[in-house]
C-alpha cells in the first residue's frame, strides 16, 4: 500500500542537541511539506518542496532546516536554535503544487519533546 | 497573507446534524479543504470545494461561497466516531494550503 512514513513516534531531545525527523513517502507526489501543530494552534507549515533539490520556508521556519535530495524523501532538522521545539510535528505530501484539488496525505506524526 | 476562523470546540448528540463554520480571507483562491484528525492521529482527507455550492459524501456534505468567504461542513446522524478535529484549509494564490486552528467535535450519547 502507498502511503508517508514518519519516524520515530516519539522523540526526545537535550538542551543543545540537534534532532532529525525522518519522513518519506511511496506515492510518486512531488510536493511535501511539514507543519508543526500545538494545541489551540492547528497546523503551522514549517517548509516545504515542491521538486527534488528543491525547498521553500514556511511561516515558522526559523530553527528548522530540510532537504530534498531524494523524492521520496523529505527529512526535517529540529536545531538547538529553535527555543520552543516541544511539539506534534506532521508530514505531508500532494500530487503537485499548483493542481488546486490536490488533498494532502499525511503520516502519522512525530511527537518531539525536550528532557 | 491569509486568515481563517473556525469555531474552537462544537458538542452535538449521538444521531443528530452538526455543522462547523469556516470564514476566511485569502488572497487568490484555488480550493477549500476540510479534513478530519482523531487525537494523536493524522489528518485525512475529507472534501475539497472549489466552486460554490454544497459537495455531498455520504453522511458528510461541504458548502462553498466565494463571495461571502464562507464554508461549512455538514455531518449527519452522527456517530461517537465522528468525535475528533475537524480542519479547515485553504489553498491561496500560491497553491499551499493554510490551516485554520481546527474545531474538535465532542459527541455525546
Known amino acids: 500500500d502507498g502511503g508517508i512514513t514518519q519516524s520515530p513516534k516519539y522523540l526526545f531531545r537535550k538542551e543543545g542537541q540537534n534532532v532529525t525527523l525522518s519522513c518519506e513517502q511511496n506515492?510518486?507526489?512531488?510536493?511535501m511539506y511539514w507543519y508543526r501543530q500545538d494545541p489551540g494552534q492547528g497546523l503551522r507549515l514549517i517548509y516545504y518542496?515542491?521538486?527534488?533539490?528543491?525547498?521553500q520556508k514556511g511561516d515558522i521556519a526559523e530553527g528548522y532546516s530540510v532537504s530534498r535530495e531524494k523524492k521520496e524523501s523529505f527529512p526535517l532538522t529540529v536545531t538547538s536554535a529553535q527555543k520552543n521545539p516541544t511539539a506534534f510535528y506532521l508530514c505531508?505530501?500532494?500530487?503537485?503544487?499548483?493542481?488546486?484539488?490536490?488533498?494532502?496525505?499525511f503520516g502519522d506524526g512525530t511527537r518531539l519533546s525536550i528532557l | 497573507g491569509q486568515n481563517i476562523d473556525q469555531p474552537t470546540e462544537m458538542t452535538a448528540t449521538e444521531g443528530a446534524i452538526v455543522q462547523i463554520n469556516c470564514t476566511y480571507q485569502?488572497?487568490?483562491?484555488?480550493?477549500l479543504f476540510w479534513y478530519q484528525q482523531h487525537a494523536g492521529e493524522a489528518p485525512t482527507f475529507l472534501s475539497y470545494?472549489?466552486?460554490?455550492g454544497l459537495e455531498e459524501k455520504g453522511r458528510f456534505s461541504s458548502f462553498l461561497s466565494r463571495s461571502k468567504g464562507y464554508s461549512y461542513l455538514l455531518l449527519k446522524e452522527l456517530q461517537m466516531k465522528d468525535s475528533a478535529s475537524y480542519l479547515c484549509?485553504?489553498?491561496?494564490?500560491?497553491?499551499?494550503?493554510?490551516f485554520g486552528r481546527g474545531t474538535s467535535l465532542i459527541v455525546h450519547p
Open positions: 485569502t488572497s487568490g483562491f484555488n480550493g
Open positions: 505531508a505530501s500532494s500530487g503537485q503544487v499548483g493542481m488546486g484539488n490536490q488533498p494532502q496525505h
Open positions: 470545494n472549489v466552486l460554490d
Open positions: 484549509a485553504v489553498s491561496g494564490g500560491s497553491y499551499i494550503p493554510t
Open positions: 518542496s515542491q521538486i527534488v533539490n528543491d525547498f
Open positions: 506515492l510518486n507526489h512531488d510536493a
